[in-house]
């Protein structure tokens, strides 16, 4: 059975930083690409970030700069290191763990996400 565990979400002041964690059990990490998803109440599911098997990442543009995200395969684990939080950081954020087989069919897998608010 596939798990997929954040942890590390809680209330920030603005400019403040927090890190968050994804456990994942149930898969061969290393090749998996991993990413960060985010919903705040009312809009859409958006990409964060995200990191692939080899270690490439690509950003939201509304984050660069600020958030970075990074892997160790021995943990079976990923993070998002955010800082210079911002209000508009509010949401719901989430993991993600995906990987194209031959023929182009996605396994994906998800989270239940952990609640990150940005408030003074």
């Known amino acids: 059975q596939v798990q997929l565990v954040e942890s590390g979400g809680g209330l920030v002041q603005p400019g403040g930083s927090l890190r968050l964690s994804c456990a994942a059990s149930g898969i061969i990490f290393s090749i998996y690409a991993m990413g960060w998803y985010r919903q705040a109440p009312g809009k859409q599911r958006e990409l964060v970030a995200r990191?692939?098997?080899?270690?490439?990442?690509n950003y939201a543009d509304s984050v660069k700069g600020r958030f970075t995200i990074s892997r160790d395969n021995a943990k079976n684990t990923v993070y998002l290191q955010m800082n210079s939080l911002k209000p508009e950081d509010t949401a719901v954020y989430y993991c993600?763990?995906?990987?194209?087989?031959?023929?182009?069919?996605?396994?994906?897998?998800w989270g239940k996400g952990t609640m990150v608010t940005v408030s003074s």
């Open positions: 990191i692939t098997s080899g270690g490439s990442t």
């Open positions: 993600n763990a995906d990987r194209v087989l031959v023929g182009g069919l996605v396994m994906d897998y």
